[in-house]
């Protein structure tokens, strides 16, 4: 056997035994029994520890050294290969140990400090994770940015400089946007009680008609809405709340669109570095235009409420325009997770600047909850209240999640490009949404995105799909006309 097909048989054992590891952790949010936790962390670990050898294994280095591709696409294959291998031996062991012992300890840390509204009680196990980290970034980044570096890790080949300077063009325009919009009245909300199983079946419904195959893939419930798996075994978890029917259905539909990706990749690329979505940001512009572009569209409400007046009844909303005002409602709010298609953004611009400046050493955790106020302030109109509505409210901290914030507004950003060319490529599709039909919108994004999965980087993924650099015109003046027109500015 050659080198080359020696190392992708290889590489195909270490990504099948992931998609365990990866069933384990979906298992573990939906059917565990309780009592299980303590076992379930040391089979984890088990399987966790496995992995990380073979990836840093030395016959990796050999084969890498030996192989020849066979074709462009082997040749992709070795570039993912050789990315992960780097990757996995650049941080010394002993580092990696020691951040993950520290991050789950700063987990439970968090909780309890955010339940408490006790800042100082999570500053000391902060400053343990970002010095942890910072170590970690310099590691990787071999005498470059280490915040870079850190962004690497969830959109490759993009730098914190490429997104300040797109996340700084549109933050003037967001913050006047929505104090536009605050200044109007706010559309009549949904009013009564919405049967959970009655919205279990209605998200069904939902995730079949944006493309989801439940016959490779199955909707579950859990306390945080997620996507996982790839190929053949992609599932996702939802979520019900009777006063507000909206969270579910548009936690399935994001998901969806998380999984409708993996599910959608060329069967050629199964278990293979090729064969999941390329980056996170990637991803998040499908879960985000499926939800937002495709899903919140005035065209797709249409054919919703029709569907929502059949299974709940009334509930106070007497016609389809109110419906899509109502579906678009600008609120005031502190939580980025319950934020609006408008103001989101604005949430993941604060949390990219602070922990630039935390990694950069521009900013101690102590100035943390003072740093956060102020730009909330700045850009909001309104003071923080609470900590648990301001720096303590998102877990990703405390886990080490450094540099994955801007990829949910990079995200954004791609939806627009997309949302752009596939509305030049499809003039017709708006009279097939307000019947349900998405199957023209989720067969571009199939066609023009999907089936690739990690061909290509993921700057040059959006750029083959949608024709252009991404950028973030097509986003800013799709909200600008939505907004205008909603509420009448
Ligand atoms: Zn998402």
Redesign the pocket.
Same mark, same amino acid.
């Given at each position: 056997m050659s080198a080359f097909a020696e190392l992708m048989a290889y590489t195909r054992e270490t990504q099948a035994l992931g998609e365990i590891a990866g069933r384990l952790g979906w298992d573990q949010e939906t059917m565990m029994p309780a009592g299980a936790a303590p076992q379930r962390g040391e089979e984890m670990a088990a399987i966790e520890a496995v992995l990380h050898a073979r990836r840093a294994s030395p016959e990796v280095a050999d084969w890498l050294a030996q192989a020849e591709a066979p074709d462009a696409t082997g040749a992709a294959q070795l570039r993912e290969i050789k990315r992960s291998y780097d990757r996995t031996v650049k941080v010394p062991a002993d580092l990696a140990k020691e951040i993950a012992k520290v991050t789950s300890q700063a987990q439970g840390k968090w909780a309890a400090a955010r339940a408490a509204e006790d800042v100082a009680a999570f500053v000391p196990v902060l400053k343990e994770v970002v010095a942890l980290k910072r170590e970690e970034g310099q590691a990787l980044a071999a005498g470059g940015d280490l915040y870079d570096a850190m962004v690497a890790d969830y959109e490759h080949e993009t730098t914190a400089a490429e997104i300040a300077a797109i996340f700084d063009a549109m933050r003037p325009g967001l913050v006047d946007l929505r104090s536009r919009v605050l200044e109007k009245p706010t559309p009549k909300g949904l009013v009564g009680e919405f049967d959970e199983a009655a919205q279990m079946q209605l998200t069904a419904k939902l995730a079949q008609a944006f493309g989801y195959d439940l016959d490779h893939g199955r909707v579950d419930k859990a306390v945080h809405p997620f996507s996982s798996g790839s190929g053949l075994d992609v599932r996702i978890t939802t979520r019900t709340n009777k006063a507000d029917p909206f969270n579910c259905f548009y936690s399935t539909i $994001?998901e969806v669109g $998380?999984a409708a990706y993996e599910q959608n990749i060329s069967h050629d690329y199964l278990l293979t570095p090729l064969g999941r979505g390329v980056s996170m940001g990637v $991803?998040?512009s499908q879960?985000r235009i499926y939800e937002n572009q495709i899903g919140r569209g005035e065209a797709f409400t249409t054919w919703l409420f029709a569907e929502m007046r059949e299974v709940f009844g009334d509930f106070g909303i007497e016609d389809a325009g109110s419906f899509y005002k109502a579906v678009n409602t600008v609120h005031k709010g502190y939580i980025r997770t319950e934020a609006d298609e408008l103001q989101y953004n604005l949430h993941i611009m604060l949390r990219f600047d602070l922990e630039r400046a935390l990694m950069a050493g521009d900013l101690e955790v102590e100035d943390l909850e003072a740093a956060w106020n102020d730009r909330f302030e700045a850009d909001f109109g309104y003071a923080v209240d609470r900590p648990s509505n301001g720096c303590l409210q998102d877990v990703h901290w405390s886990v080490g999640l450094f540099g994955y914030f801007p990829t949910y507004s990079l995200g954004n950003v791609y939806a627009g490009c997309l949302n752009q060319k596939m509305r030049g490529d499809l003039p017709g599709l708006d009279q097939e949404l307000a019947t349900g039909d998405t199957s023209s919108a989720t067969g571009w994004l199939r066609e023009n995105l999907q089936q690739f999965g990690g061909l290509r980087s993921p700057r040059d993924t959006i750029q083959n799909a949608s024709g252009m650099v991404p950028d973030h015109a097509p986003l800013m003046s799709y909200l600008e006309e939505k907004f205008t027109r909603i509420y009448g500015l």
């Open positions: $994001h $998380h $991803h998040e879960s």
